[in-house]
Antibody, heavy 122, light 107 residues
Framework: QVQLQESGPGLVRPSGTLSLTCAIS?????????WSWVRQPPGKGLEWIGE???????NYNPSLKSRVTMSVDESKNQFSLKVRFVTAADTAVYYC???????????????WGQGTLVAVSS | DIQMTQSPSSLSASVGDRVSISCRAS??????LNWYQQAEGKAPKLLIY???SLQSGVPSRFSGSGSGTDFTLTISSLQPEDFATYYC??????????FGPGTKVDL
């Protein structure tokens, strides 16, 4: 079965760039699914950041769109997230997750990576 | 954006109780509604998709219902491992995909 694993620095300086990678095992990034990032600030709820298809097509949350870039590396079977100009408000557990698509609107998030905590602090 | 609300925000229950959690969308989303369970310190886990379809491997004590704007997640007989936070999520509009604020179920 598909498993996802996030990796990247756990500490980022304010105004810097947060960079994370999600490695996919047990399946291919070229499957007919979207690959998403979801974050969760400590003690708070879930926020969808955006997603990427293996072709490179992306959808971003408008609230973060100006600071977010996602990319795919098919040769490594992984995808990545960059968030620029981070502040303390970007401190969160970041999850990579597959969005399984049955139809355009009939879709769901499964599976999830275990998550990685990224703190923004000087 | 489609706004999702949940009620209650938290509830206290005992093992064996029947528990219901409500989720409401700010506009009709047909049955494009999913439910997730998040145990403390863990990643969310898909329970229900398309409002009422049980994800493979999820116990049958979990069920979902509803359509349009009002949805319900029901746990027929609460088990110790069910104490967690539950989130609904709409998939009707994917820019942005939105989650409810969560409902914490504790003792």
């Amino acid at each position: 079965q598909v498993q996802l694993q996030e990796s990247g620095p756990g500490l980022v300086r304010p105004s810097g760039t947060l960079s994370l990678t999600c490695a996919i095992s047990g399946g291919s990034i070229t499957s007919t699914n979207w690959w998403s990032w979801v974050r969760q600030p400590p003690g708070k709820g879930l926020e969808w950041i955006g997603e990427i298809y293996h072709s490179g097509s992306t959808n971003y949350n408008p609230s973060l769109k100006s600071r977010v870039t996602m990319s795919v590396d098919e040769s490594k079977n992984q995808f990545s997230l960059k968030v620029r100009f981070v502040t303390a408000a970007d401190t969160a557990v970041y999850y990579c997750v597959r969005r399984t698509v049955a139809t355009f609107a009939d879709n769901w998030f499964d599976p999830w990576g275990q998550g990685t905590l990224v703190a923004v602090s000087s | 954006d489609i706004q999702m609300t949940q009620s209650p925000s938290s509830l206290s229950a005992s093992v064996g109780d029947r528990v219901s959690i409500s989720c409401r969308a700010s506009q009709s989303i047909n049955t494009y509604l999913n439910w997730y369970q998040q145990a403390e310190g863990k990643a969310p886990k898909l329970l229900i998709y398309d409002a009422s379809s049980l994800q493979s491997g999820v116990p049958s004590r979990f069920s979902g219902s509803g359509s349009g704007t009002d949805f319900t997640l029901t746990i027929s007989s609460l088990q110790p491992e069910d104490f967690a936070t539950y989130y609904c999520q709409q998939s009707y509009s994917n820019i942005p995909i939105t989650f409810g604020p969560g409902t914490k179920v504790d003792l």
